[in-house]
Structures are given as C-alpha cells and as structure tokens.
C-alpha cells in the first residue's frame, strides 16, 4: 500500500463492519424487552388472546330489548371483512340477496342519508354494519344490574 | 412356466440382440439415470409445492399471504393448515402439471413486474381472482373437495346457515367457490350496487354465477 492512512481507515472500516456484525445481535437481544412508560414490561402474547367472540354458535334471531335497539348478530362474523371494495355482509342481507341467503334484509331505515335522502341501497352512514350491530358473547356482566327489557317487548 | 420353452417373439428377439449390442451396464446405468431422473423431476416438483417456495416471491408474500394469516385456513382449532398448493394447486398428477406449465407464466410476469407493487396488484386483482374462480368453478371445487368432503357433511353440526344454505345450494347444482369466495384473502372490488363505488368491480352475474340446467342435471 502506497498510502498508510488509507491502509489505515480501510481496517478501522473492516474493524468496524465486522464488529457492528457481532454486537449488532447482541443489542437487539437486549432491547427486545420492551416497556411501557411507567416500566412494566410489555410482552406481545405468543398465542392469540381468547377472544369470546370466536366459536359463537349460530342461532335463531335474538330477541330485542328496547325500540330502535340494533338486533344482536345471531351467528358467527370471524373473518367477514367490510372494506371498501366488498361489504361482506351485504352479500347476505342486500335486498338483492337476502331472498337466496335465508337472511333478514336490511332495515328499510338504513337506507335514508344524514340529510333524510332516500337511497336505493345503504347509505354510507350505515356502512360499517359492526359499528351497531355486534354479536352475543356469553360474558358475566362486569358490574350487576337491573336491566330489564322495555314493556312492550317483554 | 411354459412360456420359456416358447422361441422368443421378434420383439423380444430384437430387444434381447439390442442388450447384447450395447452392454449390459450402459442398460443399468441408463435405468438408474432414470430412476435419479424421476427422483429429481418429483423433488423438483415437491419442492415447488411448498409455502414456502410460493412466497419466496414478494408479490405472493406482501399481499395474499399476509391476508391468509388471518383466516381459518391457517389457524384452527383443529391444527390442520391449507397451504397455498392445497388450494391452487391440483393433487392429479395430469392437472397438476398442467397448473405447473402455467404457472411459469408467473415466472414470466414476475419479470416483466406485473404485480410487484401494491397498486399493480390491486389493478390487477380483479383479473387473477376470476382466473381462480373460473379454474375452481370448472373443476367443481376439486381443491375443496380434497380436504372437505361434502357427502360427510354433518348438518346436524353444522351451523344454522350452513346446514341450510348446503342443503338447497348443493342440490341444485352450486360448487364451494360459489360461496366461498374470499375464503383466504380479500376480495377485490365487487359491484354490489352500493352508490357509486366498485362499478367497475366484479358483476353479480360473475360473482354469484347462474346454476347452469347442467350442472343441477349431473348431482342428480
């Protein structure tokens, strides 16, 4: 080598990418653990949590509690996207489609825009059917109470 | 036992003059070259029917794979996982290579980069799901069929809704794909006549197909 300080820069260079190589591991090990502002470790599950929503049973309608309730979704939505391009469950209960599928067709309600414009189809607003409409799991309330349904449905 | 005594036929004569002709070991090794043939053609074949060889390609990788994860096909209860090949490509060793000679249209559409980016694929979408749809609809859901048998169907166990829709659906001639579409990634647009979007997404006549008199005429 003609020039010692470029022979020189060129193994502090090699020096360092291969150290970076070995530590480089190292600290990721060490950083993997990690908190939350107050300190507590944050630990992703490895396992999916239990959700109670999975496994619920399909079952005949459930009955509503009070006027203007949103009917509980009486059978199983795992893996039904809504997205733009698709509103799975529109495939069921379209006006188009509830005859085929055995499904309760979409209130007639959920047709009218924020401005009471009537439309042929869901209005936007109503899109997103899982905004108002979930399903039943079979949860212990949290906290007791005297809930009881309105008089004109019990 | 009787047949030794018989003078070879002309065939046999000539294949008989033909070993002598070329020795005994260039026979050998021409057979054992064909069995390593075979063995290397099947693990060739074996090979790509793995996961993990169809999303060596980022194009299957970041967008139907990813989606996959999140459906039933991969985790279960059961622990019975539908790889991609379980479902897209055929078991039959006819179908299968057949699948396999055009999937290396795929090899020729990763290089020309038809699908390597997110907005490409979604363009693109569309057209590759009809393509599956259109391949499972003409072999009445074989991929399906392979795992689910629907002659062992117990409708007492099934769901509400699934016992019904099976029971009318399957008599009158539907296939799985009928209704299970978007059963492992998500669907691309479909036009269901809400507002105005998706109009240019798949027609219903494409999306939920008439039975044809045929088909209903064959499960009879």
């Known amino acids: 080598m003609k020039n010692p300080s470029r022979l020189f820069s060129a193994t502090l260079f090699a020096v360092f990418v291969a150290s970076s190589l070995f530590v480089a591991p190292a600290i990721g090990a060490a950083e993997s653990g990690l908190k939350s502002l107050r300190g507590a470790e944050i630990q992703a599950p490895d396992t999916e949590s239990a959700d109670p929503f999975k496994g619920t049973k399909d079952s005949a309608p459930i009955e509503r509690n009070y006027l203007q309730q949103p009917p509980i ?4 939505i795992d893996g039904y996207n809504i997205t733009i391009k698709y509103n799975k469950c529109m495939d069921c209960h379209a006006w188009s489609r509830y005859k085929e599928s055995g499904a309760t067709k979409v209130s007639l309600t959920h047709f009218k825009t924020r401005d009471g414009q009537e439309l042929s189809n869901i209005s936007p607003r109503r899109y ?11 949860a212990k309330p949290l906290v007791g109470n005297r809930f009881k349904a309105a008089e004109g449905l019990r | 036992m009787d047949k030794h005594q018989q003078p070879p036929s002309g065939l046999l004569r000539r294949l008989l003059a033909w070993v002598k002709k070329t020795g005994p070991w260039l026979i050998v090794g021409l057979f054992l070259g064909g069995v390593l043939f075979w063995g290397a053609f099947n693990t060739a074949m074996e090979y790509t029917n793995r996961e993990a060889f169809c999303i060596g390609c980022h194009e299957m990788q970041e967008n139907v794979y990813v989606e996959y994860q999140n459906t039933v096909h991969y985790s279960n209860r059961s622990g019975v996982r539908a ?3 379980d479902c897209h490509v055929p078991k039959e060793w006819g179908p299968k290579m057949i699948r396999k000679l055009q999937a290396s249209n795929e090899v020729l559409h990763k290089i020309l980069g038809s699908i390597d980016t997110p907005e490409k694929f979604n363009a693109k979408r569309l057209e590759l799901a009809k393509h599956e749809w259109e391949r499972m609809k003409k072999t009445d859901s074989r991929e399906c069929r392979n795992c689910h048998n629907f002659e062992s169907f117990d409708y007492g166990v099934q769901g509400r809704r699934s016992a019904n829709m099976h029971q009318t659906g399957l008599n009158e001639g539907k296939t799985c794909i009928d209704c299970h579409k978007g059963i492992a990634h998500r669907l691309p647009e479909v036009n269901q006549s809400i507002g105005e979007i998706n109009t240019e997404g798949a027609t219903p006549r494409e999306f939920h197909p008439p039975v044809e008199k045929k088909d209903a005429e064959a499960v009879k």
Do not use: N, R, W
């Open chain 2, 83 to 85: 790889t991609c090949p």
């Open chain 1, 128 to 138: 997103f059917c899982v905004q108002c409409h979930v399903p039943q799991a079979d």
């Open chain 1, 73 to 76: 979704i009486p059978h199983k």
